[in-house]
Nanobody, 125 residues
Framework: QVQLVESGGGLVQAGGSLRLSCAASGRTFSNYGMGWFRQAPGKEREFVGGMSWGGDSTYYADSVKGRFTISRDNAKNTVYLQMNSLKPEDTAVYYC??????????????????WGQGTQVTVSS
């Protein structure tokens, strides 16, 4: 069983940056591929980015490519989402997700077994 807790959300002006964190419980965090998703009001949850369990592969949605970066610190059982050049359309609740040995299909929600509770990101214009 893995528990995920996101943090780092908040209110930021357009063009600004935020770094989200997702802390995972358990001792085998390095075996888990991680993903970030988001859900804006009135919209379906959508893929943002993902990283393989080995950390050697990342994949991003076109809407965030070049602006967002995923990284992980296995010693801290934490994955990060660095968000730069934020836009009002990035406003959403951001969720992290995990699945053991995940190395592909990062954009498929069904690829992930564990989900966090989400953290709100609001970008003002």
């Amino acid at each position: 069983q893995v528990q995920l807790v996101e943090s780092g959300g908040g209110l930021v002006q357009a063009g600004g940056s935020l770094r989200l964190s997702c802390a995972a419980s358990g001792r085998t965090f390095s075996n888990y591929g991680m993903g970030w998703f988001r859900q804006a009001p009135g919209k379906e949850r959508e893929f943002v980015g993902g990283m393989s369990w080995g950390g050697d592969s990342t994949y991003y949605a076109d809407s965030v490519k070049g602006r967002f970066t995923i990284s992980r610190d296995n010693a801290k059982n934490t994955v990060y989402l660095q968000m730069n050049s934020l836009k009002p359309e990035d406003t959403a609740v951001y969720y992290c997700a995990a699945s053991r040995w995940l190395s592909s299909l990062f954009d498929e929600q069904t690829s992930y077994r564990y989900w966090g509770q989400g953290t709100q990101v609001t970008v003002s214009s």
